[in-house]
Structures are given as C-alpha cells and as structure tokens.
C-alpha cells in the first residue's frame, strides 16, 4: 500500500505537471488577451512533432530550444494576422476561429507524419532510472520533465508579478489607450503574449512527446482536460491554473489505481436487484470510472464555485 501511494503520488505530481505546462499557456493569452484558446493544445502537438523532427537532424537539446521557438512564432502569425482580424467581431468569433484552427493544424500533421504514431525517443543522456523505490526504478527523465515544470511556474510568476514587462502585458489587457499613449505598441504586445502562450505549449509538447505516444489524436486525448484545468483553478489565474492541475493530476492517477466499488465495500446486491441497472453501477470500479473523474470535479466546481479555486468573480 506504501508503495502505491509513493509511486502515485509521483506519477500524479508529473503528470499533472505536464498539465500545467499546458495550461500556464492558456492560462496566460486568457489573463492579458481575453481569448479561450480552442487550439492551444494543437499547438502542444505541433511542439512534439517539431521537436521529433529537428531531434532526428539535430539532436534532442537543439530541438527543445528550436521547436518552442518555432510553435511561438506561428501562433505570434495566427494572432497578428487572423485572430486579430476577427477580434472585431467579439468572442464567439474568436472561439469559432480558434475551434477550425485546431482542425486545420490536425489535418496538416496527418499530411506531413501521417496517422501512425513516430518514433520520438528519450534522449540517451536521460534514459536512466534516477532513483529506486520499493524495487521500482523512477525514470530521470520524468524528473527532468518535473524540474523544468517547476522552472517554468516560478519564472512566469516572477515575469508576471515582479517585472516591468509583466506590468506593461496585465495592463495593455484593462487600459490599452493609455499604456499606447505611453508609447507601447498594444498590437505587438497582444502578439507577443500570444506567441509565448504556444511556445509554452510546445515546451510541454517536446518534453512529453518521447515519454507519451507522439501521433496526431495527442491534441484530442489532452485538449478537453485542459480546459478542466484552467477553470478548475479559474480562468486567468497562474497559481489556480498550477492547483488546479496538481489536483486534477493527482485525482485521475490514484483514481487509475484503485479498484475499489460498492459491491467491495457494502458486499453483492440482493437479489431483487441483481438484475437491474443498478447492478452496473454497484460493480463498476473506481479505476474503470477514473477518465470521467475530472469532469465530476469540473461539474462539481461550477455548482459551487463558478469562479474556480483561485479565480475572481467580474463585477
């Protein structure tokens, strides 16, 4: 029992890490821009399949610098020359915008590395078990994905909150006529914001992509529970969005774990019961029922907390 809540515990602290470096994206072009980004997982998945690309000609290290680079400076264009172009027609154009992108970068990827999953290795220098643990070997590469997680929320945070950049990005967002007249270009800073938002989305592609299956449904699997998180931890908000994803990483993993159901604990129906629609759900295991967990969580937020863990309610 020791062990699975130790290995658990590790597994969920990493993954949701990984959701974090997703959602710390997001979360950040919703905070300054105001857009709910529908393809910003597409661009998770094009930081993996550039990051595979540029390792096999390169090597791993160049392609974790490159591909952000590169995932940033096409979500920098789709800002500057679409999203901007439909900004003037309010959200639901920017959300319907947003939603055929995503398709449309799915069907590229299809096109170029086709259907089939691509063959994007650990690179050697990592590929060891870091530690052991109750005869379990941890693999360093999933500390390595952790510690950059972590380096990425402690410097969005000091940019955010402690800098004169952060400053001038939070208030292009509320008073853009001022900080203009101040001489900043808005344009460019809504742009730039944009851009770094994918590019941290690439940077989880490019980590996961050689511990995860790199294929072209990986924007599909991830997308959905994303937006869990960012309105698990509240919209806009950095810390929720960090909370937000350590719990949902948490909760889906030990629930993965678990095979625990009514009928183990409270023992078998009675016989008038046996054969109705309760005898499913009196079986089903808390493992077969981890996928929709998170959603319960979401539903259970709205219900009671509609601004998130760590959001703020608009007046």
Same mark, same amino acid.
Request: glycine share 12%; proline share 5%.
């Given at each position: 029992?020791?062990?699975?809540?130790?290995?658990?515990?590790?597994?969920?602290?990493? %993954?949701?890490?990984?959701?974090?470096?997703?959602?710390?994206? !997001?979360?950040?072009?919703?905070?300054?821009?105001?857009?709910?980004?529908?393809?910003?997982?597409?661009? &998770?998945?094009?930081?993996?399949?550039?990051?595979?690309?540029?390792?096999?000609?390169?090597?791993?290290?160049?392609?974790?610098?490159?591909?952000?680079?590169?995932?940033?400076?096409?979500?920098?264009?789709?800002?500057?020359?679409?999203?901007?172009?439909?900004?003037?027609?309010?959200?639901?154009?920017?959300?319907?915008?947003?939603?055929?992108?995503?398709?449309?970068?799915?069907?590229?990827?299809?096109?170029?590395?086709?259907?089939?999953?691509?063959?994007?290795?650990?690179?050697?220098?990592?590929?060891?078990?870091?530690?052991?643990?109750?005869?379990?070997?941890?693999?360093? &590469?999933?500390?390595?994905?952790?510690?950059?997680?972590?380096?990425?929320?402690?410097?969005?945070?000091?940019?955010?909150?402690?800098?004169?950049?952060?400053?001038?990005?939070?208030?292009?967002?509320?008073?853009?006529?001022?900080?203009?007249?101040?001489?900043?270009?808005?344009?460019?800073?809504?742009? !730039?914001?944009?851009?770094?938002?994918?590019?941290?989305?690439?940077?989880?592609?490019?980590?996961?992509?050689?511990?995860?299956?790199?294929?072209?449904?990986?924007?599909?699997?991830?997308?959905?529970?994303?937006?869990?998180?960012?309105?698990?931890?509240?919209?806009?908000?950095?810390?929720?969005?960090?909370?937000?994803?350590?719990?949902?990483?948490?909760?889906?993993? %030990?629930?993965?774990?678990?095979?625990?159901?009514?009928?183990?604990?409270?023992?078998? !129906?009675?016989?008038? &019961?046996?054969?109705?629609?309760?005898?499913?759900?009196?079986?089903?295991?808390?493992?077969?029922?981890?996928?929709?967990?998170?959603?319960?969580?979401?539903?259970?937020?709205?219900?009671?907390?509609?601004?998130?863990?760590?959001?703020?309610?608009?007046?």
């Amino acid at each position: 029992m020791l062990e699975l809540i130790v290995i658990s515990t590790l597994n969920g602290v990493l %993954f949701g890490m990984l959701l974090f470096l997703m959602a710390s994206g !997001l979360t950040v072009i919703f905070s300054m821009l105001g857009v709910l980004n529908f393809a910003h997982a597409s661009f &998770y998945m094009l930081g993996a399949f550039f990051g595979f690309q540029l390792s096999r000609w390169f090597g791993f290290w160049p392609a974790l610098l490159v591909a952000p680079l590169l995932a940033g400076g096409l979500g920098a264009a789709v800002e500057r020359f679409g999203l901007r172009q439909v900004h003037r027609n309010g959200h639901v154009a920017e959300l319907l915008f947003t939603f055929g992108l995503a398709f449309v970068i799915e069907e590229l990827v299809q096109i170029i590395w086709g259907k089939s999953p691509v063959d994007f290795r650990i690179p050697s220098v990592l590929d060891f078990p870091a530690f052991t643990i109750f005869s379990t070997n941890y693999p360093a &590469y999933k500390m390595f994905m952790l510690l950059v997680s972590i380096a990425i929320f402690v410097g969005l945070l000091l940019v955010l909150k402690k800098s004169r950049v952060g400053l001038i990005v939070q208030a292009a967002l509320t008073h853009p006529h001022m900080v203009g007249h101040l001489g900043h270009n808005v344009g460019r800073i809504f742009m !730039l914001v944009f851009g770094v938002g994918t590019a941290l989305a690439a940077v989880a592609g490019v980590i996961a992509g050689p511990a995860l299956v790199t294929q072209s449904n990986m924007a599909a699997l991830l997308g959905p529970i994303l937006f869990v998180v960012v309105v698990v931890g509240g919209l806009g908000s950095l810390p929720g969005a960090f909370i937000g994803s350590l719990l949902i990483g948490l909760v889906q993993t %030990f629930a993965v774990s678990m095979n625990g159901s009514l009928e183990g604990a409270f023992g078998p !129906l009675s016989p008038t &019961y046996a054969q109705s629609w309760l005898a499913d759900i009196w079986s089903v295991t808390i493992a077969q029922i981890a996928p929709i967990m998170p959603y319960m969580l979401l539903v259970l937020i709205l219900i009671f907390r509609p601004m998130g863990l760590l959001g703020t309610r608009e007046t």
